[in-house]
């Protein structure tokens, strides 16, 4: 590491952490889109040659590997130890035939008895890429069952078929549990396997015909007899991949049944989510999740995302116990410049709605449940985070069209999920999340649905609601029992194992997450995710001295990966921060340089940079990126209010009123708005305006909103001239 680089981290360190220790120790989504149950043998190698990799040892040839897990931008393959055990140096082929090096290291058994290693490794690597991540299997693989396997041979994917045979009550003494027929050759060793419906169930281990039968011994070291020692050598032999989640629990295959062994309000809430929770079913195949929230005799009516049901095809709701509903599309309820929707399924079973949570939220923990992938029967996801302050949403979540931003963990199957207080009130609808970068998810609340219920849009029959008006009374992590995550061995981790640790401990507001970050960077100098995240954090910090080593840090950043734009919006916000304005200016000039990798590229550096020369009273300027963002992001009432501002300020009244027309259309329920353009119009000598202001005030008031700024001088005006409230 360089000793310039070396000396931001410590400095950095203990300007955050002042009386923490410092540890040197030695110098997410699933993507797997299909259409649900059994698929074609065509369709299953396809999905075997997506989900498998090359694996290089020493620069050659040496066996294959399974993506398992995607998060934060790091993938996770599995493969074999016994590929890697006297390993210099590892990369693996993607099925793209790009290169990628990578971290690697065995998975110890718990009991870490280091003569019984199961025959696991764990290989990690960074790609903006997007690749197929193997959808898993929860259920174990039962003998006559049909299974798929995939594994290079000799530089080429080779896909066999055949029956699973044996599945061992305990595994062997190197994890193997799953006998089948396939035909399983040299190299194919960490190749996945696949069931009928496409999930993993393990991965290849043990080659038929061994030439030694030392390893087929049970984990507690008895050996099977001579007969069944003949019988067993005709079979290939894999791991399963619930032997997988027990051996690794920092891989979190399976994050509920780690709740539901602790248990407390994690397990509680978990299960009145699961009651009331439900997945839409797209024609395409692809899913999203929902809530049942209102029933009236045998309609129930579910709330979701409204960009999960946009395109009006065919949709089916899959109830709590696996029945499928068909949804009629003319009923259900959407709204332009609103991402949520309502639709509605007949049936005859009882199902738990939710009760509602009708309160303003504020930093308090929350948890998040929904589908992880977007096919029928993958694992659902129940995170744990952490809702931000109100002061700090506008930026993540108001400027993208969303109120919420929380720091639970997301993925594409979730949206349209519930977002669930500590008591199991559902206080917002899930709608989206950065999984390549740490970020935060975005939704929306319950308590804006209540609104335009109120408001006669939805128009649900009012007594179907369960509706609690009280906010969540716990706030403290030890009370509400949420348990740490899996601490890996400071000693024998990588870079990427601390990284990952650390970003855990983010998510449910421990401060010592930086303390992991730290020391990914010691152990991995070239781990430039693990300055930037730390950069990230330390950027909504108000303290000069740490942004400063936040600046360094982020610096160093930039230089090792140019390309990646998010970096230059960092920097610009803690730029901005420390006043520097024009230093500002020249980060995000930088970033919006860079190549465009994605259709929906992330507008939030023009929306800063709009910002600042506003600041700066360089209107044109503002109006030009605000209207660029208008063009990225045309549904964002926001910015058209805020251009609205900048024109009121050039006394360009007509622009003005013409924007806060267009917010007032997306969301006519934007009090800001109408304060604005009331002003506006009674500048323009228009009877308006007092319309405008008799509007505004209304709503201020029925949001609950009476301790802005804004209200306080609308009360002003109304008192002073004496303006008539009707």
């Given at each position: 590491?360089?000793?310039?680089?070396?000396?931001?981290?410590?400095?950095?360190?203990?300007?955050?952490?002042?009386?923490?220790?410092?540890?040197?120790?030695?110098?997410?989504?699933?993507?797997?889109?299909?259409?649900?149950?059994?698929?074609?043998?065509?369709?299953?190698?396809?999905?075997?040659?997506?989900?498998?990799?090359?694996?290089?040892?020493?620069?050659?040839?040496?066996?294959?590997?399974?993506?398992?897990?995607?998060?934060?931008?790091?993938?996770?393959?599995?493969?074999n130890?016994?590929?890697?055990?006297?390993?210099?140096?590892?990369?693996?082929v993607?099925?793209?035939?790009?290169?990628?090096?990578?971290?690697?290291?065995?998975?110890?058994?718990?009991?870490?008895?280091?003569?019984?290693?199961?025959?696991?490794?764990?290989?990690?690597?960074?790609?903006?890429?997007?690749?197929?991540?193997?959808?898993?299997?929860?259920?174990?693989?039962?003998?006559?069952?049909?299974?798929?396997?995939?594994?290079?041979?000799?530089?080429n994917?080779q896909?066999?078929?055949?029956?699973?045979?044996?599945?061992?009550?305990?595994?062997?003494?190197?994890?193997?549990?799953?006998?089948?027929?396939?035909?399983?050759?040299?190299?194919?060793?960490?190749?996945?396997?696949?069931?009928?419906?496409?999930?993993?169930?393990?991965?290849?281990?043990?080659?038929?015909?061994?030439?030694?039968?030392?390893?087929?011994?049970?984990?507690?070291?008895?050996?099977?007899?001579?007969?069944?020692?003949?019988?067993?050598?005709?079979?290939?032999?894999?791991?399963?991949?619930?032997?997988?989640?027990?051996?690794a629990?920092?891989?979190?295959?399976?994050p509920?049944?780690?709740?539901?062994?602790?248990?407390?309000i994690?397990?509680?809430?978990?299960?009145?989510?699961?009651?009331?929770?439900?997945q839409?079913?797209?024609?395409?195949g692809?899913?999203?999740?929902g809530?049942?929230?209102?029933?009236?005799?045998?309609?129930?009516?579910?709330?979701?995302?409204?960009?999960?049901?946009?395109?009006?095809?065919?949709?089916?709701?899959?109830?709590?116990?696996?029945?499928?509903?068909?949804?009629?599309?003319?009923?259900?309820?959407?709204?332009?410049?609103?991402?949520?929707?309502?639709?509605?399924?007949?049936?005859?079973?009882?199902?738990?709605?939710?009760?509602?949570?009708?309160?303003?939220?504020?930093?308090?923990?929350?948890?998040?449940?929904?589908?992880?992938?977007?096919?029928?029967?993958?694992?659902?996801?129940?995170?744990?985070?952490?809702?931000?302050?109100?002061?700090?949403?506008?930026?993540?979540?108001?400027?993208?069209?969303?109120?919420?931003?929380y720091?639970?963990?997301?993925?594409?199957?979730?949206?349209?999920?519930?977002?669930?207080?500590?008591?199991?009130?559902?206080?917002?609808?899930?709608?989206?999340?950065?999984?390549?970068?740490?970020?935060?998810?975005?939704?929306?609340?319950?308590?804006?649905?209540?609104?335009?219920?109120?408001?006669?849009?939805?128009?649900?029959?009012?007594?179907?609601?369960?509706i609690?008006?009280?906010?969540?009374?716990?706030?403290?992590?030890?009370?509400?029992?949420?348990?740490?995550?899996?601490?890996?061995?400071?000693?024998?981790?990588?870079?990427?194992?601390?990284?990952?640790?650390?970003?855990?401990?983010?998510?449910?507001?421990?401060?010592?997450?930086?303390?992991?970050?730290?020391?990914?960077?010691?152990?991995?100098?070239?781990?430039?995710?693990?300055?930037?995240?730390?950069?990230?954090?330390?950027?909504?910090?108000?303290?000069?001295?740490?942004?400063?080593?936040?600046?360094?840090?982020?610096?160093?950043?930039?230089?090792?990966?140019?390309?990646?734009?998010?970096?230059?919006?960092?920097?610009a916000?803690?730029?901005?921060?420390?006043?520097?304005?024009?230093?500002?200016?020249?980060?995000?000039?930088?970033?919006?340089?860079?190549?465009?990798?994605?259709?929906?590229?992330?507008?939030?550096?023009?929306?800063?940079?709009?910002?600042?020369?506003?600041?700066?009273?360089?209107?044109?300027?503002a109006?030009?990126?605000?209207?660029?963002?208008?063009?990225?992001?045309?549904d964002?009432?926001?910015?058209?209010?805020?251009r609205?501002?900048?024109?009121?300020?050039q006394?360009?009244?007509?622009?003005?009123?013409?924007?806060?027309?267009?917010?007032?259309?997306?969301?006519?329920?934007?009090?800001?708005?109408?304060?604005?353009?009331?002003?506006?119009?009674?500048?323009?000598?228009?009877?308006?305006?007092?319309?405008?202001?008799?509007?505004?005030?209304?709503?201020?008031?029925?949001?609950?909103?009476?301790?802005?700024?804004?209200?306080q001088?609308?009360?002003?005006?109304?008192?002073?001239?004496?303006?008539?409230?009707?």
């Open positions: 590491m360089k000793l310039h680089k070396l000396s931001h981290l410590l400095l950095f360190f203990i300007l955050l952490f002042p009386a923490s220790p410092i540890i040197i120790t030695g110098c997410s989504s699933s993507l797997f889109a299909r259409k649900p149950g059994t698929l074609s043998e065509s369709e299953l190698n396809n999905i075997l040659k997506e989900i498998t990799v090359k694996v290089l040892v020493d620069d050659k040839e040496a066996a294959s590997g399974t993506i398992i897990k995607k998060q934060n931008g790091f993938y996770t393959v599995l493969t130890y016994h590929v890697i055990e006297n390993a210099k140096s590892v990369k693996i993607t099925p793209d035939n790009q290169v990628y090096p990578v971290e690697f290291s065995k998975v110890d058994r718990q009991d870490n008895k280091k003569d019984d290693l199961y025959d696991l490794a764990k290989l990690t690597f960074s790609s903006e890429t997007t690749y197929l991540v193997a959808g898993l299997g929860e259920e174990n693989i039962k003998p006559g069952e049909k299974v798929f396997a995939g594994g290079y041979v000799k530089g994917l896909t066999t078929k055949g029956t699973a045979k044996l599945f061992l009550n305990q595994p062997l003494i190197k994890g193997q549990q799953i006998a089948y027929d396939n035909d399983i050759q040299q190299g194919m060793s960490g190749g996945a396997i696949i069931n009928e419906n496409g999930y993993l169930v393990g991965i290849n281990s043990k080659l038929a015909h061994p030439v030694l039968q030392t390893d087929f011994r049970y984990l507690q070291g008895e050996q099977p007899d001579d007969k069944t020692l003949k019988e067993w050598g005709n079979y290939s032999w894999g791991i399963a991949v619930n032997l997988v989640d027990e051996a629990p920092d891989l979190a295959l399976f509920e049944r780690v709740i539901r062994k602790i248990g407390g994690p397990a509680k809430v978990l299960d009145i989510a699961k009651q009331s929770s439900v839409i079913k797209q024609a395409n692809g899913i999203g999740s809530v049942i929230i209102a029933k009236d005799n045998d309609i129930y009516y579910v709330l979701t995302a409204g960009h999960v049901v946009e395109n009006k095809q065919e949709y089916q709701v899959v109830a709590p116990d696996k029945q499928v509903y068909e949804v009629d599309n003319q009923t259900i309820r959407t709204r332009k410049g609103l991402d949520m929707a309502v639709l509605q399924f007949r049936s005859s079973q009882v199902y738990q709605v939710a009760t509602l949570g009708d309160y303003k939220l504020k930093e308090q923990f929350v948890f998040l449940y929904g589908w992880k992938g977007e096919e029928l029967n993958h694992p659902s996801l129940f995170s744990v985070g952490k809702m931000l302050a109100r002061e700090n949403r506008e930026f993540w979540a108001a400027t993208r069209g969303y109120e919420l931003a720091s639970n963990e997301g993925y594409p199957g979730m949206r349209g999920g519930g977002i669930w207080d500590t008591e199991g009130k559902l206080v917002g609808i899930h709608n989206y999340a950065e999984t390549d970068i740490l970020g935060f998810s975005l939704g929306l609340s319950v308590e804006r649905f209540l609104f335009y219920q109120k408001a006669d849009f939805w128009k649900l029959p009012q007594s179907s609601f369960y609690e008006n009280h906010p969540s009374p716990v706030s403290n992590v030890n009370a509400i029992g949420i348990s740490k995550p899996f601490l890996p061995n400071l000693v024998n981790s990588n870079g990427y194992n601390l990284l990952a640790y650390g970003i855990k401990l983010w998510r449910i507001g421990d401060e010592r997450s930086i303390d992991y970050m730290f020391n990914a960077t010691i152990k991995d100098p070239n781990l430039w995710q693990a300055d930037y995240n730390m950069a990230f954090i330390a950027s909504f910090y108000e303290n000069d001295s740490l942004s400063l080593g936040a600046l360094n840090i982020i610096n160093d950043v930039i230089d090792q990966q140019p390309t990646f734009s998010r970096s230059y919006l960092v920097k916000l803690i730029l901005e921060k420390m006043e520097l304005y024009t230093d500002a200016l020249d980060a995000l000039n930088k970033g919006i340089q860079q190549p465009v990798k994605q259709k929906n590229y992330d507008f939030s550096l023009y929306w800063l940079r709009g910002e600042i020369f506003d600041e700066l009273q360089q209107y044109d300027e109006i030009r990126d605000y209207s660029k963002v208008i063009s990225i992001n045309p964002s009432r926001l910015f058209y209010y805020k609205g501002l900048i024109y009121s300020r006394r360009k009244l007509d622009q003005a009123i013409q924007d806060y027309n267009q917010a007032i259309a997306i969301d006519t329920t934007f009090a800001d708005a109408y304060y604005k353009r009331g002003l506006t119009y009674i500048l323009k000598r228009n009877i308006q305006g007092i319309q405008d202001l008799r509007t505004a005030k209304q709503l201020y008031e029925q949001q609950d909103n009476t301790h802005t700024q804004e209200y001088k609308l009360q002003n005006l109304f008192t002073f001239y004496s303006i008539p409230l009707h």
